[in-house]
C-alpha cells in the first residue's frame, strides 16, 4: 500500500509537470490578444536590381534605411542587400542573400515594447529561409518562425518584447532564393512590424519595403 501511495504521488506529479508544460507552450505559441489603436504604415521602400548573367556573384551591398519618431517611439529599419549568388553544383536555384536589422526605444512613462514581427510574401517559384543560427537579440524572445517554402506565399519571425522593455534591438539574415531561370522577375515584400504600448494605449508602426528582381533582358 505504502509503496503504491508513493508512485501515485510520483504520477500525480509528473502529470502536474506536463500539465504546467503544455500551459507554458499555449501561452508562448498564442500571446494574448490585444486592441490596436492606431496602425501606422509608412510609406514603402522600394528596391530594383536586375539578375546577371548567369554563373555570375554580384557583390551589391545596397543599404535601405527609414527612421520613424512620434508618439513616444522612435525606431529605425535597416536592410541591407548584401551580395546575388548564382546556383552552382546540386543547387537549382540563384539566391539574394539579405541581412535585416531593428532598433526600436519607447520614451513615454509607463511605456515599452510588446512584440516585434518581420512578415514577408512572396510568389511561389520562390523560396525564403531565416538563418536561425544567425539571430542576435536584445529584450526580445524568438516566439515563432516560419520559412517560406515553394508553393507557399508567406514567411514570418514573431519576437516577443521581454519584461516591458522600452529598448529592443534584432537583427538575421534571410536567403531569398529564386528557382527561375534568370529571364524571370521576382517580387518580395517585407514588413517589419513594432506593437507597443504608449503608456494609454497599444499602437503599431508598419514599414514595408519591396525588393524586385528584373529578368535578364527585361525592363
Known sequence: MIKRLEWNKKTASAFAVAAALTIVLVVALNPREITIAENTTLETIVWTFQRPDANQHVIIE???ESTYSNDGLSATFHMWLSDYIPRAG????????????????????????????VVAHKDQEAQLGWQETDVYLENLSLVASADGYRWSTQAYIKLAGVNHTSRVYATTTTFWKLLTPNTQSHQLEIAYEITYYNGTAYNKVVQPFQLNIVGRGET
Open 62 to 64: 545596397d543599404k535601405l
Open 90 to 117: 546540386s543547387l537549382n536555384y540563384d539566391t539574394l542573400r539579405v541581412r535585416l536589422d531593428i532598433n526600436a526605444t519607447t520614451s513615454n512613462p509607463d511605456s515599452f515594447i510588446e512584440n516585434v514581427h
